[in-house]
């Protein structure tokens, strides 16, 4: 019994991280949720169980939607911007997780930013039936709402994810790769007009330090603004340190050392051929897992 109570839960893992993960945002605290989890999946009566992937991702969902509630306060004392956990994917998943547009979407960093702005139920609800496709009555057992208070919520999250994330145009890797690394080089000659011609206009830097590391409190805006934070960066890198091509969140990433100190990744959102949005993660605490592989499922 012990056996296959394991081998049931180890077949749904990698989707159940995924849940966790699109609701948290954190890859660390997905895997105490599943740790959690796990241990109350011990004590359940399999023979009570009729459908185990259901029952999972609403054991899962639970725990999530309770650390998220704990989360949330202690980010009123979070200073300057949040930004997800960077998520390093399985080199053997990585591929189905490029290749399935809502799942790619799903776990990018512009898509957990948008989620951020949803209330821990709206979240909930949105992952469990945008992504994952559950049914309302599914989704209601979870949450603790009725199917139509599900189905309604479901709508307004849809709605403000729509108004905030417009579009998503699934990018070739290999070319967005390509882009970053022509970009960081001629960073790295100070070449500002050479950078601007590669961003779009309204692009964004937004970085999450929580005061501890040197980081940019409030986005910046505008190419100009933003090449030139760039074209600082690299030349502080340079000095004394390197950046080395990564990708996270099915994206390419820099990662950042300064001597021999990991500073940092840097995730890179291309719309249209243009670099629309760099994430920049230099908070220490979210930097300790980021070498661990994940594996993502839906």
């Not at 109350?40 to 009566?45: G, M, S």
């Not at 949803?118 to 599914?138: I, M, Q, T, Y």
């Not at 709402?145 to 108004?163: P, Y």
Request: glycine share 6%; net charge negative; no cysteine.
């Amino acid at each position: 019994m012990i056996d296959e109570r394991a081998e049931r839960f180890t077949a749904l893992r990698p989707l159940l991280f995924t849940i966790a993960y699109e609701i948290l945002g954190s890859g660390t605290e997905s895997d105490d949720v599943l740790q959690e989890s796990y241990l109350r999946w011990a004590e359940v009566d399999l023979s009570t169980v009729q459908d185990t992937k259901a029952y999972l991702a609403q054991l899962v969902t639970r725990q999530s939607l309770n650390a998220l509630r704990a989360q949330s306060r202690r980010r009123e004392d979070y200073v300057g911007p949040w930004l997800p956990e960077p998520l390093l994917l399985e080199t053997s998943n990585s591929t189905d997780a490029s290749s399935d547009v809502i799942l790619a979407e799903s776990v990018s960093m512009a898509m957990l930013v948008v989620l951020e702005t949803l209330s821990p139920d709206e979240r909930a609800v949105f992952v469990l039936r945008e992504v994952f496709g559950f049914s309302h009555d599914e989704i209601a057992a979870t949450v603790g709402k009725s199917s139509a208070a599900v189905r309604q919520m479901a709508h307004r999250a849809r709605e403000h994810v729509q108004s905030r994330r417009k579009r998503f145009e699934p990018v070739d890797p290999k070319l967005s790769m390509e882009l970053t690394a022509r970009f960081f080089a001629a960073a790295s000659t100070g070449d500002l007009d050479g950078l601007i011609e590669m961003l779009s206009e309204d692009v964004v830097w937004t970085a999450d330090s929580d005061g501890k590391r040197s980081a940019a409190r409030r986005p910046i805006l505008g190419a100009d603004k933003v090449a030139r934070v760039i074209i600082g960066l690299v030349r502080v890198a340079g000095e004394s340190g390197r950046v080395e091509p990564a990708m996270y969140n099915n994206a390419p990433a820099l990662k950042l050392y300064l001597g021999d100190s990991f500073e940092g990744i840097i995730t890179v959102e291309v719309t249209e051929g243009k670099i629309s949005h760099f994430y920049a993660m230099r908070n220490p605490d979210k930097l300790t897992a980021v070498d661990i592989p994940r594996e993502i499922s839906r």
